[in-house]
């Protein structure tokens, strides 16, 4: 059978003289037993903007997060991104300038590279002519595909609490609103910790009863997080990954420890280092905030941490501006 895709040489280029920008949230994966299933997005954004020319260069501005480090060309992320999603959807860049503006702390287990090609598929499926367009499950299938698994890209898109699955090549999510007592307290240390690492240290397989208690905390934690937050403690407990991980990153587990023993919803942001704390309503976002700040400044006095306290996003990803 003959391919009906378009060959590069015929593939149109997207119209000059577009401008849109599109902001993305944090996103904190696992959240404990939900491993590579659950996700929530958290209220830091990243926002990219770009504008298309007919001149073919690319121009790249990148401010925040990673602006020491990052490549400013086409071998950044968000750049090839961009260029596979259009590919995709049947056309080609000409010129374009992209403008970053990173707020996300990159390799600290908050999202970072899912809200970057989140932002760079997000944008490239809007430079296209409306009838060309695809909607927001055709964005988690490459953006999964782009990251290997959709726990983070689908709380990125959808916001909220994202429940997601694979079937062979084929990526789902649903979506579920979290009650609105839940507030997230995030801290994040001053080392990085790449996902490759952490998922190395990982066993081949785990035993029945293991799993089998893992499976009842991730339910657990589905009702607590949408209906009871009172049952957070014990539904963010997990047996299949945290404990495997501490020892590359021995402060956040300590915190981690220390929290889970004072009372306080704590778990690893994906792959880590930060840690996450789901608070049941203002007073205890509060005293988590104290508890961290007073444990660490004894107990972990070589490491810079930043807290933070946020919230649950619930739009997901925007494009906020697009004129033509």
Known sequence: MESTQPTATDRAFVAAGQRLTVKVPGTSANLGPGYDSLGLA??????????????????????????DSLPRDASHLVVRAIDLALDRLGYQRSGLKIIADNVNPHGRGLGSSASAVVAAVTAANALVPAESRKDRDWILQLTSELEGHPDNVAPAIFGGLALSWQDSEQYSSTRADVTSSVIPVVAVPDYELATETARGLLPASVGHHAAAMNSGRAALLIHALTADPAL?????????????????????????????????????????????????????????????????????????????????????????????
């Open 42 to 67: 958290l209220s830091i954004y990243d926002t990219l903007t770009v504008e298309t020319h007919n001149t073919g260069e690319l121009e790249f501005e990148l401010s925040g997060e990673g602006a």
């Open 232 to 324: 957070l403690l014990p539904g963010t407990e997990d047996y299949l990954h945290q404990s495997y991980r501490a020892q590359a990153m021995r402060p956040s587990a300590d915190l981690l420890g220390a929290l889970r023993s004072a009372g306080h919803a704590a778990v690893v942001s994906g792959a880590g280092p930060t840690v996450m704390v789901l608070a049941n309503g203002p007073d205890q976002a509060a005293a988590v905030v104290e508890f961290i700040e007073a444990f660490t400044a004894v107990n972990t006095p070589d490491v810079s941490w930043r807290v933070m306290t946020l919230a649950v996003d619930v739009q997901g990803a925007r494009v906020e501006v697009h004129r033509r």
